[in-house]
């Protein structure tokens, strides 16, 4: 049975956590749009106003009134244009596509009231053109139903106040918008199937991006990931002159765990291990799964000391409640070690001696803390220095 659930558009689908790389995506797609769509306002609009002569050679008087019409078309599609052959945007692209939407909406409905006399061969040519304005107009919506609205709601009943308002009976105009209402439908039915494909494909890259980045087991950052976090968090700390710290943590005789209550179990204690992790860390900072049972926190702007803090609380929110996988509950430590990075340092060299420092916490009897300074730090404890 298809659900109703399954019917509602994608965009509903986008997990919050993706929102804004869909708002980016979006803006990307309206940048592109707008493009495209002001060439093609340029091109034919100016073809249609010279080419007055040849479609209404018996109304010359019209050339001046129809230029009028034309020229808030011509100028959305030139801003937009120049917005974006400048490098200079002016507003963001869904603006220009609403300016371009609704100028091309009031051109066309201005030039059918202005062209509707009663005889039927221009009435008849002004409602074609009315066909590929509306179908267009839909296309540029690519926002969906809010800008329909906007683009087609308000417009059309201003026309129709216009018209009432000139004293033209609706009823009569209403063969005449029978076709561009028709491809209205079309243009709108086409511009959501879009939408959907759109969103459709970038739930997909987003997946594709996730799994790429994470490790699967704890829903941690794998350590592809966290070696460009690392890159850009070194490159940052170097170009500003700031501080970061590391700490490498690794579950204590976890091969016991293993061989004691089977995998599927020390699959359980690594998953709530980085939970547990998780919760003690501040939103800019990363947590990545290393190795087997090794997981590494990069801590952006935090001096050697802060990072010693957060390692305590990481150390005890193990130590002071077993883990509670299926029927059982098991102790489970962690040893740690820390270290802090700056400018002059090197990544490979920081990774380094978090290591050093867990080896010697692992030395010292595991289920504690060692830190080793960085050389460039100036810390007063620079060698080492445990909890
Ligand atoms: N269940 C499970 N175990 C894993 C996973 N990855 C690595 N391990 C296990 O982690 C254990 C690591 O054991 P060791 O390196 O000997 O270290 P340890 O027993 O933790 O002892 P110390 O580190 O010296 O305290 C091995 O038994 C691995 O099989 C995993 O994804 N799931």
Request: hydrophobic fraction near 45%; glycine fraction near 6%; aromatic fraction near 8%.
């Amino acid at each position: 049975m298809v659900r109703f659930s399954s019917l509602k558009p994608p965009y509903k689908k986008v997990p919050p956590k993706w929102l804004p790389a869909y708002e980016a995506h979006i803006r990307t797609v309206e940048g592109q749009v707008a493009i495209v769509a002001a060439w093609v306002l340029l091109i034919t609009v100016i073809f249609y106003q010279f080419s007055h002569e040849l479609r209404l050679a018996h109304r010359p008087d019209l050339w001046l009134t129809e230029l009028f019409f034309r020229i808030p078309v011509l100028l959305s599609a030139s801003l937009t244009l120049l917005s974006h052959y400048t490098g200079k945007p002016l507003c963001q692209s869904r603006y220009l596509l609403r300016a371009m939407g609704l100028s091309v909406m009031a051109m066309i409905l201005g030039l059918f009231l202005i062209h509707y006399n009663g005889r039927t061969a221009d009435t008849y040519q002004i409602t074609n053109g009315m066909v590929i304005s509306f179908f267009g107009v839909a296309i540029l919506s690519v926002r969906g139903s809010r800008e329909w609205w906007l683009m087609f709601a308000l417009p059309l009943t201003i026309f129709a106040l216009v018209a009432q308002a000139q004293g033209l009976a609706l009823p009569a105009l209403l063969p005449f918008m029978f076709d561009p209402l028709v491809m209205m439908i079309i243009g709108i039915v086409m511009s959501e199937a879009l939408r959907q494909l759109r969103a459709g494909e970038f739930l997909a890259r987003q997946q594709l991006r996730e799994q790429a980045t994470t490790d699967q087991l704890t829903g941690l950052l794998n350590r592809r990931a966290m070696h460009q976090l690392l890159n850009q968090e070194y490159a940052r700390a170097k170009r500003h002159g700031a501080t970061f710290s590391l700490i490498l943590g690794d579950l204590d005789r976890f091969k016991g765990v293993n061989d004691r209550y089977g995998h599927n179990i020390g699959d359980i204690v690594l998953q709530e291990t980085a939970r547990r992790l998780g919760s003690n860390m501040r939103a800019q900072d990363a947590l990545c799964r290393w190795g087997g049972e090794e997981i590494l926190m990069l801590l952006p702007g935090t001096v050697l000391d802060g990072a010693m803090h957060v390692a305590e609380k990481v150390r005890r929110s193990l130590a002071d409640d077993p883990m509670l996988a299926g029927e059982h509950s098991i102790p489970q430590t962690i040893s740690l070690g820390v270290t802090s990075c700056h400018g002059d340092d090197d990544i490979e060299s920081a990774i380094k001696r978090a290591d050093d420092a867990l080896y010697q916490a692992k030395e010292n009897g595991r289920n504690r803390i060692e830190a080793i300074a960085s050389p460039y730090s100036g810390h007063v404890l620079s060698a080492h220095q445990s909890f």
